[in-house]
């Protein structure tokens, strides 16, 4: 049933190029993105002032990455909300809102709850959801499936991986629509798209380099995560990941905000995981490496490959492909949950089905 693999999660991580593809091959036909079964028309789209997404755990730091891309890519602007806060903050909800929910078990109850608000309230709903016939997934407007097949482990990976391609999948859509695009800006974005399954493939084959980097940290008792703009959005993720599996406590931080008090628990050996993939932000987060070295902490850097420079500051480098600015988180992911992984297996943990958690969280 495992495929061989001693746990899910590392059968799931592994299967996430065949995963993204699946998610993306069929909605692009003849160089053109085709969302079937979509009711939301270009007229409406033109009418939404806002568009608020709501989930839960991974599936909002999903919608923390849509953020980005969705106002960088239609202008659109976007506000995030955790699930369970949603719906008490009088959010300022009508008719020229698109609510989209983010939810690999489409049962999710602050994630349904929420929908049901934003449809009371007269918006229109838009899913992205794994499970067909989910209570998420029928009750939504329109629903977009990820075409993750079953994930097991409690941890998510292949079904956040999946996300994300249905993210940039509609960004593209929605920008084209609302003439954002220049046509051969639309044909780069799909090359690259396109590109990620074969990309994330090269990063799974490089993953010794990451089990011997957990085998180096699996007895950490804090962890680091820091990043700006997307890279904040993965820092999020990666610290998720690692404290829901591996029990160690981690935090994720933008960069930026770390002199602004969180620098004060950096001490002699604490584990940085700096994340600096883009390159507009690349000195930046090298003058935040610096700020953390200066205090004694072990610094591991991942940006991409043609960044050499990182070496002469941190202490260990792990190198991904590159991609277009959007679509990194496809490929940052990656590491973050071998990490993760290896970290948990290291320390004996039950990695499938970590202590106090639950697969799908049906109460509020
Ligand atoms: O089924 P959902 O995507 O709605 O679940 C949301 C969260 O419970 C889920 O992403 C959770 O945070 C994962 N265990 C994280 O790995």
């Not at 957990?214 to 890279?231: E, T």
């Amino acid at each position: 049933e495992k495929g061989g693999y001693e746990h899910f999660m590392a059968k799931e991580i592994m299967e996430q190029p065949k995963a993204v593809r699946d998610t993306i091959s069929p909605r692009i036909k003849d160089g053109r993105i085709v969302l079937d079964n979509i009711t939301l028309t270009a007229d409406q789209l033109k009418t939404f002032r806002k568009i608020f997404i709501v989930a839960c755990g991974s599936a909002y730091h999903v919608g923390m990455v849509a953020k980005y891309v969705l106002e960088k890519m239609t202008r659109i602007p976007v506000e995030v909300d955790v699930a369970s806060e949603f719906r008490y903050r009088e959010p300022i909800i009508d008719e020229k809102v698109l609510v989209l929910v983010i939810s690999q078990s489409g049962e999710t109850a602050d994630t349904l709850a929420a929908m049901r608000e934003a449809k009371r309230l007269g918006a229109r709903t838009l899913s992205i959801v794994n499970v067909v016939g989910s209570s998420i997934a029928n009750e939504s407007d329109d629903v977009i499936y990820t075409w993750a097949g079953p994930e097991i482990a409690v941890a998510t990976t292949k079904a956040y991986s999946t996300q994300l391609a249905v993210v940039y999948l509609l960004a593209i859509y929605m920008a084209d629509l609302l003439g954002c695009l220049t046509a051969e800006e639309y044909a780069a974005y799909l090359t690259e798209l396109q590109a990620l399954p074969d990309k994330i493939e090269k990063i799974l084959q490089n993953r010794e380099n990451i089990q011997y980097l957990a085998s180096q940290h699996f007895n950490a008792k804090d962890v680091f995560f820091i990043g700006r703009n997307l890279d904040y959005a993965m820092s999020l993720e990666g610290s998720l990941k690692l404290k829901e599996i591996s029990y160690i406590h981690s935090d994720a931080y933008a960069a930026g905000e770390l002199k602004h008090g969180t620098i004060s628990l950096v001490e002699d050996g604490t584990l940085v995981i700096a994340l600096a993939t883009h390159q507009n932000l690349f000195d930046k987060m090298m003058s935040n490496v610096k700020e953390v070295k200066a205090r004694g902490a072990v610094v591991l850097g991942m940006t991409t490959e043609n960044n050499t420079q990182i070496e002469q500051v941190t202490d260990h480098v792990f190198y991904i492909p590159q991609t277009c600015d959007v679509m990194l988180p496809s490929l940052t992911v990656i590491p973050l949950q071998l990490f993760a992984y290896y970290v948990a297996s290291m320390k004996g943990c039950d990695i499938d089905k970590p202590r106090n958690l639950a697969k799908s969280v049906t109460v509020e």
